[in-house]
C-alpha cells in the first residue's frame, strides 16, 4: 500500500516547491493541478479559455472540471505507488470525493499542511517572474536570476503572470480562507496522518527535510 501525500496552504505557502521536491525525494508521481489546468491554457483550447477566465479574477476553477483531471491522473500506472497532490484538494467536496478515489486505488492519506504568515506569502507571490520564451520560473526574493530580470537562459526579459499580482492574491487568499481553510480540519479528523509544517522556518530544503523526517516517522 502506498501513501498518496496530500499538501495543503495558502497560495504561496510553497506547495508546488515542496510537492516537486518530495515527489523527487521520495520517488512517486508530483500531481499539479495547477499546472495541468495551465497546460490547457497554454493550449488555448475551449477548457484553456475557461480556465484563464477564472483565474485572471482570483477564483478557483469549478470542482467537477477539477474532479475529472485529478481522476484520469490517478488511473494512471506510475500512481500505484502513490503520489504527491499539489492544488488538491481545494474544497470539501473535493476532499470527499478524493478519498473515496484513494480508497478504491488501495493509497492511504497523508496530509502536510505548510504554515505561513500572510505576509510573507505577499512578499512570495509578488516576487515570482517567468520567462516567456522557455516557461522557466524565478523569485526575485529565494531564486532571482544572475542578471535582473532575464532569464538564465537565454536573457529573455522576464515577466510576472496576471494571477501574481496582489490585487487577485488577495481574492485568492480569501477564496482559500472561505472554501479550503476548512481542509485543515476535516484532515486533521480523518486522515491516516496529518502533520503541521512552518513553511517559512528555514530554506525550502530544510522544510523538505522536516517532511520527509515526519513521514518517516510515521
Known amino acids: 500500500m502506498g501513501d498518496a501525500l496530500i499538501i495543503l496552504g495558502a497560495p504561496g505557502s510553497g506547495k508546488g516547491t515542496q510537492a516537486v521536491s518530495l515527489a523527487e525525494r521520495l520517488g512517486v508521481p508530483h500531481i499539479s493541478t495547477g499546472d495541468i489546468l495551465r497546460e490547457h491554457v497554454a493550449a488555448g483550447d475551449e477548457l484553456g479559455r ?25 488511473n ?5 505507488g502513490g503520489c504527491i497532490l499539489d492544488g488538491y484538494p481545494r ?23 505548510l504554515v505561513v504568515d500572510y505576509n510573507v506569502i505577499v512578499a512570495r507571490i509578488t516576487a515570482r517572474r517567468q520567462c516567456p520564451a522557455c516557461g522557466a520560473s524565478y523569485n526575485l526574493i529565494s531564486n532571482p536570476p544572475r542578471e535582473d530580470e532575464r532569464c538564465d537562459r537565454g536573457g529573455t ?29 476535516y484532515f486533521r479528523s480523518c486522515a491516516a496522518r496529518f502533520y503541521e509544517v512552518a513553511a517559512a522556518d528555514g530554506t525550502p530544503e530544510q522544510i523538505t527535510g522536516r517532511i520527509l523526517e515526519l513521514i518517516r516517522q510515521g
Open 76 to 80: 494512471r500506472p506510475d500512481c500505484a
Open 157 to 185: 526579459a522576464l515577466i510576472r503572470r496576471d494571477d501574481d499580482s496582489e490585487a487577485v492574491l488577495r481574492k485568492r487568499f480569501q477564496a482559500y480562507q472561505r472554501q479550503t481553510a476548512p481542509l485543515v480540519d
Open 50 to 74: 475557461r480556465v484563464q477566465a477564472v483565474m485572471n479574477t482570483g477564483q478557483l476553477v469549478p470542482d467537477e472540471l477539477v474532479n475529472e483531471i485529478v481522476e484520469q491522473r490517478l
Open 91 to 113: 474544497t470539501l467536496p473535493q476532499a470527499r470525493l478524493l478519498g473515496q478515489l484513494l480508497a478504491r486505488r488501495g493509497l492511504r492519506t497523508v496530509v502536510v499542511n
